[in-house]
């Protein structure tokens, strides 16, 4: 099964800081991952799909990128409303598999 | 607009079935892949089953392979999960989506096995 191996497990940054959260791949997926938002008591919010494509509705300041395994959720400038665990998931092939997720707060 | 609507959770003893539904609506649902996705107490989330536009392909995780069966009913745009042989680590909420990727989710069931 592919792993995925996110870091850091939790972060706090302050507002307007330029964030970073990494999704690790253990083989090859290509661009078959996606991000998501999760806050308490919702379902998760696609956040962004095949490595780098906003999706609908999502503020500018997030970003995906792709530098062979190594996946990345940017967000430009933090805001208070970004506070949330982030999940990575790979949909190349099944087993799909999510990362542990990255919890991101405010200082 | 797109909206998955999941039912049928709710307390179950050990060893015990349940069956979720979700029912489906804004889009053709017999085009698009489907999924179940849960989460467990405390937990991350974990990826359960998907299964083809027609049916006729099912992809399931180890742990629920063989207790687990989801299928789909594209007259109804309906999408359920059979769930047999239900264990304490099954306890989750329960989410219905469309895949992949992932770019629709219900509000998710809670499921609590437990005697």
């Known amino acids: 099964d592919i792993q995925l191996t996110q870091s850091p497990s939790s972060m706090s940054a302050s507002l307007g800081d330029r964030v970073s959260l990494t999704c690790q791949s253990s083989q090859g997926i290509g661009n078959y991952l996606s991000w998501y938002q999760h806050k308490p008591g919702k379902p998760p919010k696609p956040m962004i799909y095949y490595a780098t494509n906003l999706a609908d509705g999502v503020p500018s300041r997030f970003s995906g990128s792709r530098s062979g395994s190594d996946y990345s959720l940017t967000i430009s400038s933090l805001e208070s409303e970004d506070t949330a665990i982030y999940y990575c998931?790979?949909?190349?092939?099944?087993?799909?598999?999510f990362g542990s997720g990255t919890k991101l707060e405010i200082k | 607009e797109v909206q998955l609507v999941e039912s049928g959770g709710g307390l179950v003893q050990p060893g015990r079935s349940m069956k979720l539904s979700c029912a489906a609506s804004?889009?053709?649902?017999?085009?698009?892949?489907m999924a179940w996705v849960r989460q467990a107490p405390t937990k991350g989330l974990e990826w359960v089953a998907t299964?083809?536009?027609?049916?006729?392909?099912?992809y399931y995780r180890d742990s629920v392979k063989g207790r687990f069966t989801i299928s789909r009913d594209n007259a109804k745009s309906t999408l359920h999960l059979q769930m047999n042989s239900l264990r304490s680590e099954d306890t989750a909420t329960y989410y219905c989506t469309r895949a992949p990727p992932i770019r629709y989710w219900g509000q998710g069931v809670m499921v609590t096995v437990s005697s």
């Open positions: 998931l790979q949909y190349d092939e099944y087993p799909s598999t």
């Open positions: 804004g889009f053709t649902f017999s085009s698009f892949p």
């Open positions: 299964i083809s536009t027609s049916g006729g392909n099912t």
